[in-house]
């Protein structure tokens, strides 16, 4: 399967995340009421897919099967956004509990594909808990979007396409996510190199830039013909000295880089085009 020109862009946006305190940036919403209502606007700017992690009570990251039932059912009632679930939670999340997202039913979940430095921290994906994650999600008419921290999650990509097949809908959609401390670094060159070392299965990809490198991978990606991923996930800093306000404003600008590369943002009907959501499952042989 070869990747496409695609004339339209997929906005996903990453409102919240799992690192950043809401004592610390009280406009991030972690309430389900202010992801809903963040949603809601970041739909009509022009998002398709909202990639979810859930705050508790106390705005502290969870992977609580009944915050994330609630969390899907309640942006299913108010969106038609395509409700991905992260299953990389926190760095501090056990794997049992990250196969378990899978049980609230989302149109969508991350996969990440192998283990990395995270700041301080250590993001575990063994090679095991990756394909018991694919297999589940295939077996759940669950649609995977493969994250990209390193060149070497690129390769185990390939070699889990090659093991497992294709996942179900049969399209194979990834994201790089550069600029953390261990990955990839958030710059041009890293990014063409990751994509020029795609697998031919690979059907579309998105990029994200953390930090200051949010609008070079950005405007990038625009120009090597992938989609984009914003949010306060990945980006708290809107311009030099002044913080971001909403979710809703990176997705404005992200569709307006888009309409200006002539890529306008897809509709959401779209998106589950490109994702093969609209699609009965195929698998492809392993070996």
Known sequence: MRRVSEPNTLVTVAPTG???AKADVPQLPTTLAELVDEAVACEAAGAALIHVHVRDADHRPTLDPA????TVAALRERTGLVV???TGGSVHDPLDARLAVLDAAPDSCSITCGTTNFGDDVFLNPWPFVVELFERARDAHVVPEFELFDLGHV???RRLLDTCGLPWGGAVHCD????VPGGMPGTVP???AGVAALPEAVTSWSATGIGRAHLPVAAAALALGGHLRVGMEDNLVYARGRAVRSNVELVERAARLAVEL???PMTTAQART?????????????G
């Not at 915050?67 to 609630?70: A, G, I, K, N, Q």
């Not at 790089?176 to 600029?179: A, D, E, N, P, R």
């Not at 490109?274 to 392993?286: N, S």
Request: no cysteine; hydrophobic share 55%.
């Open 155 to 157: 390769a185990t990509l």
């Open 190 to 192: 890293a990014l063409v």
């Open 176 to 179: 790089f996510v550069l600029g």
């Open 274 to 286: 490109l994702l093969g959501l609209d699609a009965v499952g195929v698998e492809a042989p392993a």
């Open 67 to 70: 915050r994330l039932r609630d």
């Open 18 to 20: 799992a690192e950043t």
């Open 262 to 264: 002539q890529r306008p």
């Open 84 to 86: 991905q679930l992260s």
